[in-house]
């Protein structure tokens, strides 16, 4: 398989980057990055969470959120929606495309959504049928694809089953996440061999967390595979209040420098994605994870 000549980012920053953040961020600076990103180039951005406030109360402003976005043409803002409750409320806000998050581990699924992998499809079923009465698209997720904190290594055959109920179900694309960041190139790529002969390629996401440092190695295994949607973080924000220890995504300063080097299209300006991260983690007080960011800033 060859490399896409294409990439699209799915920029997960003001959702997976923030929702773990122990201090409040207000609805303001939300809004600002993720007008930001935008202005940047990005063209699909989840912007909100509709969970509940108890489990994430970083995410607790979702309806002001998506209620204040600058609307650019050409950009998709998204949301989580868990449940029934969280999509009708995010189609209240005028979401236009939504996300359900399964797992390919038990013992991750009660943690993140209290509920077993068979319950959480039998949850995300009239959340499709909803969606599509209301023509929203949904992304799946599926969680702890390489590794869980929980119950260790994941069986790619499990990975595959789940992702594949998704599919089946009707989510147009599979967001196929190493939640924890434990993988390495030879497992993503086992991985997605599983994955594929269920799923064609193009309806694959690779989102990686880089805990280990591997998140970059890992994507360039599964772009050579042909994967050619990728999520990422501005300045490597993120984490899940679930996953203890894991932490930020892939930085997408960092995927964009990749890929320009690969000649893989992606229209993004690195220049104004950069300063967007040097600008949200100096905002929230936090340290700059892309080594592409930093390396530019201090230029
Ligand atoms: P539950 O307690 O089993 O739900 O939680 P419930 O239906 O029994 O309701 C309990 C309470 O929650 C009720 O309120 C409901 O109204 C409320 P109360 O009567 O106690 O006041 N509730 C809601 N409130 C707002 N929005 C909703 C909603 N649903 C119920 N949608 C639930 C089940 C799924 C709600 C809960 O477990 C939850 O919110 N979990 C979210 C966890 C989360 O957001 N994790 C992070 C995102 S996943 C991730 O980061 C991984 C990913 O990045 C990919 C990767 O890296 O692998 C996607
Ligand atoms: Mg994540």
């Known amino acids: ?20 953040e122990p201090s409040p961020i207000d609805t303001a600076t939300k809004l600002a990055l993720i007008d930001r990103l935008g ?5 699909y951005i989840e912007a909100a969470s509709f969970v509940s406030p108890k489990w994430v109360p970083q995410m607790a402003d979702h309806r002001d959120v998506m209620a204040g976005l600058s ?18 409320a995010a189609l209240e806000c005028g979401v ?31 959340v499709l049928e909803r969606a599509k009465a209301a023509n929203i698209r949904v992304r799946g997720y599926v969680s702890c694809v390489l590794g869980c904190p929980y119950e260790g290594e994941i069986a790619p055959g499990k990975v595959a089953d789940v992702a594949k109920a998704l599919y089946d179900m009707g989510c147009y694309e599979v967001s196929l996440g190493d939640t924890i960041g434990v993988g390495t190139p030879l497992a993503a790529k086992r991985m997605i061999d599983a994955v594929r002969r269920d799923i064609p390629m193009e309806k694959l996401a690779a989102h990686f967390h880089d805990t280990y440092g591997q998140a970059l190695a890992n994507l360039y295994a599964v772009l050579e595979e042909g994967i050619s949607v990728v999520d990422s973080s501005v300045a490597g924000l993120g984490g899940c209040p679930y ?6 995504n892939v930085a997408s300063e960092d995927v964009v420098y990749l890929l320009n080097g690969l000649d893989i299209e992606t229209d993004i300006d690195l220049d104004k994605l950069a300063d967007t991260g040097t600008w949200i983690t100096q905002t ?12 530019l800033a201090a230029k």
Not at 117 to 125: D, I, K, P, T, Y
Not at 243 to 248: E, I, M
Not at 284 to 295: D, E, L
Request: glycine letters at 10%; a positive charge.
């Open 71 to 88: 609307r650019r043409p050409g950009v998709t803002y998204a949301a989580l929606t868990p449940n029934l409750k969280g999509l009708e």
């Open 284 to 295: 929230i007080g936090r340290p700059n994870r892309s080594k592409v960011g930093v390396a």
């Open 243 to 248: 996953a203890k220890g894991a932490s930020g």
């Open 1 to 20: 398989m060859a490399f896409p000549t294409q990439v699209r980012l799915v920029e997960v920053s003001p959702r997976d980057g923030l929702q773990n």
């Open 96 to 126: 236009e495309e939504v996300a359900v998050f399964g797992a390919a581990s038990e013992a991750f699924s009660k943690k993140n959504i209290n509920c077993s992998v068979a319950e959480s499809l039998a949850r995300f079923a009239p």
């Open 39 to 43: 202005a940047a180039g990005i063209t």
